[in-house]
């Protein structure tokens, strides 16, 4: 091999790869490097025999769909101010009572882990 071609094949190293997903003869899910064909443990940002960079996102969403479940996103526009965990300034929150007094409520009961990505 060249070392022209070493380091084309170091560069493309250097950009995700989806991990494959193998089942074996008894049923069990393993995963492996789609470089190498080695298998890799669960969340390793990179191969250690090849040293190929690996993408799990494939296995997250495939793992959700055997869960029964899927990942829905929205996008609307929220005032400049707009900071997370903030509901009186979030579009989709609403007015609820509590204790004879009303608050600002997430629809998706997530107010003190708010999901929303602010770009």
Same mark, same amino acid.
């Given at each position: 091999? %060249? ?6 094949? @170091?560069?493309? $190293? @250097?950009?995700?790869?989806? /991990?494959?997903?193998?089942? &074996? ?7 492996? +490097?789609? %470089? ?5 443990a669960i969340s390793n940002? !990179?191969? %250690?025999?090849?040293?190929? *960079?690996? =993408?799990? #996102? ?6 959700? #769909? ?6 829905? *996103?929205? %996008?609307? #526009? /929220?005032?400049?101010?707009? *900071?997370?965990?903030? +509901?009186? $300034?979030c579009p989709i929150s609403?007015?609820? !009572?509590? &204790? =004879? &007094? !009303?608050?600002? #409520? ?5 107010? =003190? =882990? +708010?999901?929303?990505?602010? $770009?």
């Amino acid at each position: 091999m %060249s070392l022209q071609e070493s380091l084309r094949e @170091q560069l493309i $190293k @250097q950009f995700d790869a989806d /991990v494959s997903i193998i089942k &074996d003869e008894a049923g069990v899910i393993h995963y492996a +490097c789609p %470089s190498c064909q080695r298998y890799v443990a669960i969340s390793n940002r !990179k191969c %250690s025999v090849c040293d190929q *960079t690996l =993408n799990w #996102e494939h296995v997250r969403n495939h793992e959700m #769909e055997l869960q029964g479940k899927r990942i829905a *996103t929205i %996008s609307f #526009e /929220v005032p400049a101010d707009f *900071t997370k965990s903030y +509901c009186r $300034k979030c579009p989709i929150s609403y007015i609820a !009572k509590q &204790d =004879n &007094d !009303k608050v600002y #409520e997430c629809p998706l009961g997530l107010r =003190n =882990n +708010c999901p929303i990505e602010i $770009k």
